[in-house]
């Protein structure tokens, strides 16, 4: 079996010869180089990056993330930058009055050029990546504008001028349906696999970082608009999560997301219960998890990482939908070992049992 039918039939709830692997979270230059064996891993990283996960057989990457240089360090600074520019909530809001209106971007949205470079890029990821299937990302209200405006002015925004933030997420809904809607002409057109992904971090370890009931209010309805075009043509999302996503699980059900990735059991996810959901059509949730990045797999041995894997494919596995992949980026702290034991052992445990 092939990664790529591997991972068609697993995202399809049909049986598989073993439980298919993500791709694509390591920004840890000493693994990528030492699995490479490519002294030159940092003249073509992506390339270099690629072929370490198809050494390692993995099935399927919804998102490279690769270790950053001194260009990349610069990146997050003028992203500091940008941040200090926003001295207060006030400033926030005043950015968010000045956004076009959402019939705005409907008026000047060029569908045609969207589907063609859309399929383009999926012909030219899809090419890159070979037997591993590449994804791509679907259209949703962004919650992280902390990115922009930092923590506290984005947060304290939404707490004091509900009214007026609530324009930002319409405005980003009308955006994200925009994408939605091409996405469901585009998908089944070229005959492309109806499976998307993305999400937001909404949620810390403690849980959403603003209260459900504001969630309600302001950010899930525009969720269920932005996904409508997508559940009418059965095409399904799967969401990143980081924290814990437990007290919103149901909303992003509600709302249509038909997956889920990043959970982490450190922060309160239960794994039982998410194999025990159903999503808005009546399926098991499609999964893909979840070795911890901030507990087995820094700080275990490589036998506590088997056992973690097997913990996890027995919880998540029976069924079908799951695919073996670290929490979220493995970072330069995890050692190597227990990187390549992972993704061994997973094959080795699964054969056969799934």
Known sequence: MTGIERALRALNFEKVDRVPMLAGWAPHAEFLMAASGEADFWEHPAETAIRVWQKLECD???????????????????NIEARNQYESPEEVVRYVEALPAPEQLRRDYNFEKAYADYVAAVRNSQEAWGNILSLQGFGMPGFMQYTIFGYSNFLMALALYQDDMEKLFAVEGESGRLRNEMLARAIPENDLPPFVYGGQDICHERGPMVSPEMLDRIYFPYLRYALEPLDRADIREIWHCDGNVMPILDRLIEAGIDGFQGFQTECGVDLAILAALKTKKGRKPILWGSSSVTRTLPWGSVEDVKREVEE?????????????????????EVPIANILAMFEHAKVY?????
């Open 60 to 78: 399927m990457c919804p998102q490279l993330i690769l270790p950053g240089r001194e260009d990349f360090r610069a990146s997050i600074r003028s």
């Open 312 to 332: 996890v494919c027995d919880l998540l596995a029976p069924g079908g939908g799951f695919f073996l992949a670290p929490s979220s980026s493995i970072c330069p």
């Open 350 to 354: 699964s054969a056969g049992r799934y």
